[in-house]
């Protein structure tokens, strides 16, 4: 499956953004999705995961209550709506997708196969 995130700018502390991530060439509701963010020198962290289906939902604790992960597997899509963001959520996000990861492995992005190529968001203090 191929992935393209989109969404991504400049925004104010307090301010929100939704991020984008549109599959194609897959059956996208056979895939785990889930979005990272990465900062320049730093390791890729996790943010959040949806279940293939929508039902279940994890969050780190950095973005909980703040980030909500949603999916349209009508339209192939997995959605990140950022509220509250803080200068800290400055970072490249990347969705990711895998068919066969299992759950306790879902923060971890060395377990995904799927990524797409990241969109930059960047909050302003």
């Known amino acids: 499956v191929q992935l393209q995130a989109s969404g991504g700018g400049l925004v104010q502390a307090g301010g929100s953004l939704r991020l984008s991530c549109a599959a194609s060439g897959g059956t996208f509701s056979r895939y785990r999705m889930a979005w990272f963010r990465q900062d320049p020198g730093k390791e890729r962290e996790f943010v959040g995961y949806?279940?293939?289906?929508?039902?279940?939902?994890l969050y780190a604790d950095s973005v909980k209550g703040r980030f909500t992960i949603s999916r349209d597997n009508a339209k192939n899509t997995v959605y990140l709506q950022m509220n509250s963001l803080k200068p800290e959520d400055t970072a490249v996000y990347y969705c990711?997708?895998?068919?066969?990861?299992?759950?306790?492995?879902?923060?971890?992005?060395?377990?995904?196969?799927?990524w797409g190529q990241g969109t930059l968001v960047t909050v302003s203090s």
């Open positions: 949806i279940e293939r289906r929508g039902g279940s939902t």
């Open positions: 990711a997708a895998d068919a066969n990861i299992i759950y306790s492995s879902i923060s971890d992005p060395d377990r995904y196969a799927n």
